[in-house]
């Protein structure tokens, strides 16, 4: 079956550095999403990506957060300038289009120092 | 609001029994709701979903109820197995494909 690859699988930084968390879609998918699940807690939509621009983002996804295809396969998620409260698994799902199941990664642990 | 409360937080169930995990949803402009099976280390997979005109849906061991007069689904899992042993999270669905967790429910299914 078709997966979602994420890469790295365990992210250890800074406080104050740049991350790039990547992510491989399943091929022929269009819709791409990253989420994030703090330690114990939900799972939390971060920001949706279609036809290479935002369609939505959560009110945690500020100017610190971007995202990009930059190659027409990776998607991939920066934070500029992390921040101790930015430790958090991190997923990225796809889906073939709006109405299709999005299918996630087995995440990046990003853990901040 | 957009708002998904799930219960129980945690559960347990021996060996054969029927564990059942309640959400309700606070906005109507959701459509499709699913459930997604999480185990330690590792995303959240798609179990079982369903459309908010539909009021159950049965895969194998795994029911959804609907009942979107109450803003209320579940999931229902039959002779449960000790390998169900996982976190469950409902969902919901915004038209733009944003998705809405509720908190999960923490199974643990005793031999």
């Known amino acids: 079956e078709p997966e979602v690859t994420q890469t790295p699988s365990h992210q250890v930084t800074q406080m104050g550095q740049e991350v790039i968390l990547h992510c491989v879609p399943i091929?022929?998918?269009?819709?791409f999403y990253w989420y994030r699940q703090i330690l114990g807690q939900k799972v939390e939509f971060l920001v949706s990506?279609?036809?290479?621009?935002?369609?939505?983002k959560s009110e945690i996804f500020d100017d610190q957060f971007s995202v990009e295809r930059p190659d027409g396969s990776n998607f991939t998620l920066k934070i500029r300038s992390t921040k101790l409260e930015d430790s958090a698994m991190y997923f990225c799902?796809?889906?073939?289009?709006?109405?299709?199941?999005?299918?996630f990664g087995d995440g990046t642990r990003l853990s901040i120092l | 609001q957009q708002q998904v409360k799930q219960s129980p937080q945690s559960l347990i169930v021996q060996k054969g029994g029927i564990s059942i995990i309640n959400c309700a949803y606070e906005?109507?402009?959701?459509?499709?709701f699913p459930w997604y099976q999480q185990f330690p280390g590792k995303g959240p997979a798609l179990l079982i979903a369903?459309?908010?005109?539909?009021s159950e849906k049965k895969e194998g061991r795994f029911t959804i109820s609907f009942n979107k007069s109450a803003k209320q689904f579940s999931l229902h899992i039959m002779d449960s197995q000790p390998g169900d042993s996982a976190t469950y999270f409902c969902?919901?669905?915004?038209?733009?494909?944003?998705?809405?967790f509720g908190q999960g429910t923490t199974l643990q299914v005793k031999p």
């Open positions: 799902a796809t889906s073939g289009d709006g109405n299709q199941p999005q299918h």
């Open positions: 091929s022929n998918h269009l819709y």
């Open positions: 990506f279609y036809n290479n621009e935002i369609s939505e």
């Open positions: 906005n109507t402009a959701f459509d499709y």
């Open positions: 369903i459309r908010p005109d539909v």
């Open positions: 969902a919901a669905r915004r038209v733009t494909g944003k998705l809405i």
